[in-house]
DNA sequence: GGCTGGCATTGACAAGAATCAAGTAGGATT
DNA sequence: AATCCTACTTGATTCTTGTCAATGCCAGCC
């Protein structure tokens, strides 16, 4: 994989991460200085499940998945992570192997940090260390999030949430685009590609219409309200 | 809840704890005069979602649960802390509230750490942030099994899971205690108790019986090969 | 000893989701 | 335009899980 110096508006993106945000100038320069971008095509793998954790990942443009393949035959996606986000912080600080594997799922402008490059700074500059805590911490509550979405919902109620989150704030009638394959979806949400068309078509009386990979929502407050309380009323307690 | 110096036996649990085991002696000693422990019974509610992240616990003894609940009237159970471990770190960390609540599963005892004068030592001690660093990783690691677990195990393989983790690495025919009620166990599994019941009859077969709170495994081999194929064959790709 | 209340199991049924097997629709290729 | 491929949908069936109701079991209490 071919790398190079990143462009000044590779830099703006880094300058914007929750690792960085919160960094003065001259630490950032230090940053830019080791890091390296490389422009990956749809279906690379970054690293698979037990190689070396020698690098930390940040995303300039596209989406990469992180996921893991169990013995049985399936893939459980853990995460999906775009512009501006990094992954593999935890498994590079920590060491030892990638305890996950990731790939690109579309085209990706990807940035990397050499793990010795990047441990040198991080032990000379506490706020780079607190930057990592922020990063970490977000991760975590992201995947608690996925915990209790995945222990108290059901696929249709997931697929209405991961919906709502796609509209990014807009309320009333919206349009989103799905940024990614229908499986990938799927498997983002813990179910099988046959599930989720039948969870679209369960969403349409509340005013969800999919066409291709366009899917209009008549009502975000509707289907925020299904996403809560799905079809069955909720016992109140006395 | 009244709250005391904590004894010679309690800072050897503290010792142990992934946040300050890196620690050399006097920095550990700064940690050991700030903390408070505290003996509360079992229900004790330690913080509420939405509360004020104002604190940092961990567990001498006994079990606490960090759930969620949600609208619809159940309760997400994300995690369950024993002996030797911490929580709350990242809300800690994050400020703002708590994005979850605690409470004790049966009667504990809890050390705390007020966040300012944790915060203190935290600035002061590059040490005690790679702590941090570590516990956070930890747990990052620990709720992303646990989704992996919801996303691609059924409920009794998610038990035959969790009763192989009580054995503790021992294996053969092994005899476990489950720790605390078996609505907690089914809500930490994501499932109800009367799921739980049946995940329990269905690992007759594989060589697990129940008699109130004492499980007997007939061969932890062969509960780890149903955990992982289920009943059904896997498919090999070609 | 007989109540009572909380947990746990069991049974019957309905909803949810996986599986297996067709079938459809687009987009790209030729 | 005919084809092929892939992604997606739909249908029928089975397995898994939630729901609701009934029962058993044990512990603490009067």
Known sequence: MESRKPTSSDLAVLRAMALFRALPDPAFRRIAEIVSVA????????FHQGDGADRLYGVISGWVEV????????????????????????AMFLGGGFPASAGTVVACRICMFDRPAFERL??????????????LAIHLHRVTHDVEQLQTRNGRQ???????RLCEGR?????????????????R??????????????????????????VTIDDTRRL???????????????
């Open 39 to 46: 422009d990956l095509p749809k279906g690379h793998v970054l």
């Open 67 to 90: 996921y893991r393949d169990v013995e049985s035959g399936d893939r459980a996606v853990l995460g999906l992570f775009g512009r501006g986000e990094t992954f593999a912080e935890a």
């Open 122 to 135: 991080l032990a000379a500059d506490p706020q780079l260390c607190r930057g990592m805590l922020g990063s």
């Open 158 to 164: 997931r697929l209405a949430g991961f919906l709502l």
């Open 171 to 187: 309320t009333g009638r919206v349009e989103v685009t799905l940024p990614f394959d229908k499986a990938l979806i799927a498997a």
């Open 189 to 214: 949400l813990g179910m099988k590609p046959e599930s989720l068309s039948r969870s679209f078509a369960g969403l349409r009386p509340s005013g969800v219409r999919v066409a291709h990979s366009v």
């Open 224 to 238: 925020a309200d299904y996403c809560r309380n799905g079809t069955l009323r909720s016992r109140r307690p006395a």
